[in-house]
């Protein structure tokens, strides 16, 4: 005897609205063009850069969007790149390509070569040590939330009536204000240059 399993037509819909948002989603992701720099990556050249040092780096990441100054939240990764040609062509591409069709990216590798440390409290502080002299690129990313007021109707209408109950035109709707936040990522970055006097450069990296 087979069993049938029978379904509500609702939630047949459901799960066929699913399976094409799913399908829609993979299938713009797989449609994305990445746009590599032209510039090799020398691999040998740069894990040089990030040999140890005695050279450190003291800091602050912050991004300003309107009137509120943000930062990368209590241990959020901050990134150290050496500077390569490879490296400052793809900071430059991504400055044009950016978007859901055309992306910036770099190689694997090139990628990897950093150093890596994370923030020391929760206003963007970050302490990188064994540092050599020469330049550099640091990043970290910044989460920031868009919040907008809705005007809802909070109650029934309040109706204008005379002494005797009879209505005598329209009436108010009560209403309050709700908000909804949505949070966004930004990434914030700068070069900057390590010198090799022993002390440490202090640097402020602000959007």
């Not at 409290?121 to 550099?136: A, C, R």
């Not at 690129?137 to 910044?142: M, R, T």
């Amino acid at each position: 005897m087979i069993k049938t399993n029978h379904y509500p037509r609702q939630y047949t819909c459901c799960i066929l609205i699913f399976l094409l948002c799913f399908y829609f989603n993979a299938k713009a992701q797989r449609n994305i063009e990445y746009v590599l720099p032209t510039a090799s990556f020398n691999k040998e050249e740069t894990y040089k850069m990030l040999d140890k040092g005695n050279g450190s780096i003291e800091g602050t990441i912050s991004f300003k969007k309107r009137g509120y100054v943000n930062y990368p939240g209590y241990l959020e990764k901050v990134l150290l790149y050496p500077v390569t040609p490879h490296l400052t062509e793809y900071i430059e591409l991504k400055k044009k390509f950016n978007s859901r069709k055309k992306q910036t990216a770099m190689t694997k590798e090139a990628a990897m070569a950093r150093i890596e440390t994370k923030t020391i409290d929760s206003k963007g502080n970050f302490v990188f040590t064994n540092i050599k002299p020469g330049k550099y690129y640091i990043v970290s990313l910044v989460t920031w939330e868009k919040v907008r007021g809705n005007q809802v109707q909070s109650g029934p209408v309040v109706a204008n009536k005379n002494m005797i109950g009879i209505q005598m035109g329209g009436g108010s709707f009560p209403t309050e204000t709700r908000y909804e936040s949505k949070a966004y990522e930004e990434e914030v970055g700068d070069y900057i240059e390590v010198l090799g006097n022993n002390k440490a450069t202090v640097v402020n990296i602000a959007k």
